[in-house]
């Protein structure tokens, strides 16, 4: 990117100047240029005043504008780059220094260096039309220093088994044996002047003079030093986070951003580039053993060493080992592409965002595919949220948990009652699909009609009725079975309240009298909801998954409610956050949704459901003398079995979940089964 900026604005020195006057942002070519500057392609050393001064001025230029973002503490935004998209990233960045280094393994000095989007795609065609033309002794020097730091890397650094056996961790290090002994071979054997090798050449030596930048110029590339100083960050991130992860260390991204800012600022009078993290130098300084800081504070005083005194003994050193030793150091992140296998069995989502991060940077760049890729993961958290789960809940055996019927066996729906959990916060994108999906699950069409079930047959199987007492242990409990014949009166269940605390009890257990099957042990809510189904009087919403709703949110519930109602359906929330609640408040409550529809926990509005259905019962069905409670003879007093006619109970009481009910006598007139 910074090569597209000097290339554009780094022209013959009268048309410098003449930037100051184009205005911010502008992309155009400077006015002032003679038809012959225009067409022809620039000189680099021609013009080197001028691109020293282009890019002095971009480099204080991104230096700006990181400090300001990092004074701003804009790095908080760094969260919207997920760990597979950093992946992603950094693999697709290691492809490029990858590629970038073939011209001087191959020796291929006619290659072109291609900028912008599919420029792997134009290099890896030139490359291969090209290769006919290798130059060999610089392909046996590649040869020689690949195979030697191979060798070096996987027999003895990342050996665990010569690494035991040492008396304490000595890496190798290859690298350096590489620049020295190829520096020595370089300089005896002649390479450069005899055999053409490409090598370093001229060092100058000394540290350049200060020098303030031209600042009347910055405002010509405003957008592209932002542009540069976004993806200059990105990249150094990138490497901060993979590196934090493997080594288990915190970073501040909003430091990172004042870091890179000054250095940049500092860079600037000293006619330094824009830094940013060095994708193939931290792959080579990690392979190296180093982990922390004074790994870079040592390299920073070799290169000042080399530059002030020993510049000259570097000269004669071929550039193909160091292209080599930077294709070495970037196999363990090229690596990184297997990842896929193993997210691809966790999350076809996750693995979308490292593919899509992949591709968009090997194949636009790094700039573009940058964008695209924090895009594409933005976009991924709005299809999750968009269509979410739509779970119906049931009460856990038992308990006053509610769990998911679908996951949890032993989770029963409570007769009448709908519990519906949306998970996911409600709002503009996902309104009309939690309607949709709330109508289905009530049997609710579009058009607000209630579907009923199919009816309950009038003749339900004989069951037997075993009732053992869970206070003496599940072993050696007594039991009694009563035979019924007929079950006549069959009314809905109505679960009766129950407390956190778990208390042995009763349990009740129901078998047909003709299976010679053992009986099993289930709850009274599970036996009911499984063989007396009723149709949906109430609806509770849990809305625990909620994180927030917005104004069309409120007002999808709202309308959700008016059809419930007009239904003769009645709709409650729980476990509403403080946010809705405040948002329901301020929207205005309704005659169908108002306070008194909302509830603390799922259970509340489950009892309070109960607790009405049972009034309204009270008042439909007619009364019935009192009966005397005997204390021996008594019969199940729950809804859900009327009478037992001669059937005796031994046991006072019974289980319905986690309440202990008394039984009673039936009365003397009950009917025969």
Same mark, same amino acid.
């Given at each position: ?5 000097v290339?554009r604005y780094a022209?013959?020195t009268?048309s410098?100047a003449?930037?100051?006057?184009l205005?911010?942002g502008?992309?155009?070519?400077i006015?002032g240029?003679?038809d012959?500057?225009a ?10 005043d001028?691109?020293i001064?282009?890019v002095?001025?971009?480099t204080?230029a991104v230096?700006i504008w990181q400090l300001l ?10 969260v919207?780059l997920?760990?597979q ?5 950094t693999?697709?960045?290691a492809f490029h ?5 073939l011209?001087?393994i191959?020796?291929?000095r006619?290659m072109i260096e291609?900028n ?14 090209m290769?006919? /033309?290798t130059h060999?002794p ?6 020689v220093?690949t195979?030697?730091?191979l ?5 003895f ?5 010569i ?5 304490m961790?000595l890496p190798i290090p290859?690298?350096l044996?590489v620049?020295?002994?190829?520096t020595?071979a370089?300089?005896l054997?002649a390479?450069?002047p005899?055999y053409g090798?490409?090598?370093?050449g001229l060092?100058?030596l ?5 020098q303030?930048?031209?600042?009347s110029?910055l ?5 592209d ?8 960050f990105?990249i150094t991130?990138s ?5 934090a ?5 915190e970073?501040d991204?909003?430091?990172e ?6 250095s940049?600022?500092f ?6 580039i824009?830094s940013?993290g060095?994708l193939g130098?931290?792959?080579v300084?990690?392979s ?14 070799f290169?000042?060493v ?6 000259h ?9 160091l292209?080599?030793?930077i294709?070495v150091?970037?196999i363990?992140m090229?690596k ?6 193993k997210l ?7 693995t979308s965002?490292f593919?899509?991060s992949l591709?968009a940077?090997?194949?636009l760049d ?8 924090v895009?594409w ?11 979410p ?6 009460r856990?055996?038992?308990?006053d948990?509610?769990?998911?019927? /679908?996951?949890?066996?032993?989770a029963?729906?409570v007769?009448?009652c709908?519990i519906i ?11 009309e699909y939690f309607q949709q999906?709330?109508?289905?699950i009530?049997k ?6 209630t579907?009923?079930?199919p009816?309950v047959p009038?003749?339900p ?5 075993v ?7 599940s072993?050696?409990?007594q039991?009694?079975v009563i035979?019924?014949s007929?079950?006549?009166d069959v ?18 257990v129901y078998?047909?009298?003709?299976s ?9 809510a ?6 007396f189904?009723?149709p949906v009087k109430?609806v509770?919403?849990?809305?625990s998954?909620m ?5 069309n ?5 709202k309308?959700?409610a008016?059809e419930c ?6 709709l409650?929330l ?7 609640r ?10 169908e949704?108002?306070?008194d529809?909302?509830f603390?926990?799922?259970h509340?509005a489950?009892?309070?459901?109960i607790?009405a259905?049972?009034?309204a019962e009270?008042l439909?069905?007619p ?22 006619g001669?059937g ?5 009481t019974a289980t319905?979940g986690?309440?202990t009910s008394?039984m009673?006598?039936?009365?003397a ?5």
């Amino acid at each position: 990117m910074t090569g597209k900026v000097v290339n554009r604005y780094a022209l013959p020195t009268r048309s410098v100047a003449a930037a100051s006057f184009l205005p911010a942002g502008s992309n155009a070519s400077i006015p002032g240029l003679t038809d012959s500057i225009a067409t022809e392609e620039t000189d680099v050393n021609s013009h080197l005043d001028a691109r020293i001064r282009v890019v002095v001025a971009l480099t204080m230029a991104v230096g700006i504008w990181q400090l300001l973002m990092g004074l701003l503490g804009l790095g908080y935004l760094t969260v919207y780059l997920s760990d597979q998209l950093v992946k992603g990233f950094t693999t697709g960045s290691a492809f490029h220094v990858f590629t970038s280094q073939l011209k001087s393994i191959f020796g291929l000095r006619k290659m072109i260096e291609y900028n912008g989007a599919f420029k792997l795609i134009y290099t890896y065609r030139d490359f291969f039309s090209m290769i006919k /033309d290798t130059h060999i002794p610089t392909l046996i020097v590649s040869i020689v220093c690949t195979i030697f730091l191979l060798l070096v890397k996987y027999l003895f650094n990342d050996n665990a088994w010569i690494q035991r056996r040492l008396p304490m961790r000595l890496p190798i290090p290859g690298e350096l044996l590489v620049v020295i002994f190829g520096t020595l071979a370089s300089y005896l054997m002649a390479l450069g002047p005899k055999y053409g090798v490409d090598i370093v050449g001229l060092i100058p030596l000394g540290m350049p003079v200060p020098q303030v930048p031209d600042l009347s110029i910055l405002p010509a590339f405003a957008l592209d030093s932002f542009a540069i100083a976004i993806v200059s960050f990105a990249i150094t991130l990138s490497l901060s986070k993979l590196y934090a992860t493997k080594y288990k260390y915190e970073m501040d991204s909003s430091q990172e951003l004042r870091a890179l800012g000054c250095s940049n600022i500092f860079g600037g009078f000293f006619q330094c580039i824009p830094s940013t993290g060095s994708l193939g130098r931290t792959a080579v300084q990690t392979s190296i053993g180093g982990e922390t800081q004074i790994v870079s504070i040592i390299s920073a005083a070799f290169v000042m060493v080399v530059l002030l005194a020993m510049g000259h003994l570097m000269e004669p050193l071929p550039k193909a080992c160091l292209g080599c030793i930077i294709m070495v150091a970037l196999i363990g992140m090229l690596k990184q592409v297997g990842v896929i296998r193993k997210l691809w069995k966790v999350s076809a989502i996750d693995t979308s965002v490292f593919f899509v991060s992949l591709l968009a940077v090997v194949l636009l760049d790094v700039d573009i595919g940058l964008g695209v890729a924090v895009g594409w993961s933005l976009l991924t958290v709005v299809f999750r949220t968009q269509r979410p789960d739509v779970s119906v809940l049931g009460r856990a055996l038992h308990t006053d948990i509610y769990k998911r019927i /679908d996951v949890y066996k032993s989770a029963a729906e409570v007769d009448g009652c709908k519990i519906i959990r949306f998970d996911a916060p409600l709002y503009f994108a996902n309104a009309e699909y939690f309607q949709q999906r709330v109508r289905s699950i009530s049997k609710l069409d579009h058009r607000g009609i209630t579907l009923t079930r199919p009816p309950v047959p009038d003749k339900p199987a004989a069951k037997d009725v075993v009732v053992h007492d869970a206070s003496r242990g599940s072993h050696d409990a007594q039991m009694e079975v009563i035979e019924m014949s007929r079950i006549v009166d069959v009314k809905r269940h109505a679960l009766p309240q129950t407390s956190n605390k778990r208390v042995p009890s009763a349990e009740i257990v129901y078998h047909p009298s003709n299976s010679s099957t053992s009986p099993s042990t289930v709850d009274a809510a599970t036996w009911t909801a499984d063989f007396f189904e009723q149709p949906v009087k109430h609806v509770v919403l849990d809305c625990s998954s909620m994180c927030f709703v917005d104004i069309n949110g409120i007002q999808a519930i709202k309308d959700l409610a008016a059809e419930c109602s007009d239904m003769g359906i009645s709709l409650y929330l729980a476990s509403c956050k403080a946010n809705m609640r405040e948002s329901l408040a301020l929207c205005g409550f309704s005659e169908e949704l108002n306070v008194d529809h909302l509830f603390v926990t799922v259970h509340d509005a489950v009892m309070f459901v109960i607790r009405a259905r049972r009034q309204a019962e009270k008042l439909r069905e007619p009364s019935l003398p009192e009966e005397e409670e005997t204390e021996d003879t008594f019969d199940m007093d729950f809804p859900g079995l009327s009478s037992f006619g001669d059937g005796r109970w031994s046991l006072k009481t019974a289980t319905f979940g986690t309440q202990t009910s008394p039984m009673k006598a039936p009365p003397a007139s009950a009917s025969k089964f």
